[in-house]
T-cell receptor, first 117, second 111 residues
Framework: ETGVTQTPRHLVMGMTNKKSLKCEQH?????MYWYKQSAKKPLELMFV???????ENNSVPSRFSPECPNSSHLFLHLHTLQPEDSALYLC????????????????FGQGTRLTVV | QKEVEQDPGPLSVPEGAIVSLNCTYS??????FMWYRQYSRKGPELLMY????GNKEDGRFTAQVDKSSKYISLFIRDSQPSDSATYLC???????????FGGGTRVLVKP
């Protein structure tokens, strides 16, 4: 089992659909993240969860709704998306030990390639 | 101005050559610096991380940080075709866990 697993790998959805992306980490980490990677743009942090609590929402539109039921699972619920939301959505996890973190950096899943039609 | 600048490439080198990659940044609060490798249709994979200024070597990879110039580098020695990928620099402050990424440099190592 790989460290961070994302499903599905590919998703095509209409603008009126509701779908969810799933992420599961098997590394025993306590922090999980959603990133968006669009063509020719840097990775953009969307949400951060520490110990299941959301600690950062990087001005993400409400059509993206995260859920973190426990420290191993993270979901991204999608509804009424726009074509410009088409991108690679990456989940990551890390061990957050506060300000004195020492090199336990983020490990990424393979991503979900989302296409909104 | 972007917080982290990285030349998108592509950077094409012959097999066996040294690959030299770099990023510049504007936020002096960044303390931790990382390099990720991303193959096509895959997630980023952590290659190297360094704390503050200095060098770090791991096999064929050497990471350098010059905080006074706000400049970081990654060198790949004896490059192989399997090193062909996009290389992303990332950095963060001492506290918190928000990573700021460069746009990535695409590298092509030709046999």
């Amino acid at each position: 089992e790989t460290g961070v697993t994302q499903t599905p790998r590919h998703l095509v959805m209409g603008m009126t659909n509701k779908k969810s992306l799933k992420c599961e980490q098997h590394l025993g980490h306590n922090a999980m993240y959603w990133y968006k990677q669009s063509a020719k743009k840097p990775l953009e942090l969307m949400f951060v969860y520490n110990f299941k609590e959301q600690t950062e929402n990087n001005s993400v539109p409400s059509r993206f709704s995260p859920e973190c039921p426990n420290s191993s699972h993270l979901f991204l619920h999608l509804h009424t998306l726009q074509p410009e939301d088409s991108a690679l959505y990456l989940c990551a996890s890390s061990q957050d030990e506060g300000a004195r973190r020492v090199g336990t950096e983020a490990f990424f899943g393979q991503g979900t390639r989302l296409t909104v039609v | 101005q972007k917080e982290v600048e990285q030349d998108p490439g592509p950077l094409s080198v012959p097999e066996g050559a040294i690959v030299s990659l770099n990023c510049t940044y504007s936020n002096s609060a960044f303390q931790y610096f990382m390099w990720y490798r991303q193959y096509s249709r895959k997630g980023p994979e952590l290659l190297m991380y360094t704390y503050s200024s200095g060098n770090k070597e791991d096999g064929r990879f050497t990471a350098q940080v010059d905080k006074s110039s706000k400049y970081i580098s990654l060198f790949i020695r004896d490059s192989q075709p399997s090193d062909s990928a996009t290389y992303l620099c990332a950095m963060r402050r001492a506290a918190g866990n928000k990573l700021t990424f460069g746009g990535g440099t695409r590298v092509l190592v030709k046999p």
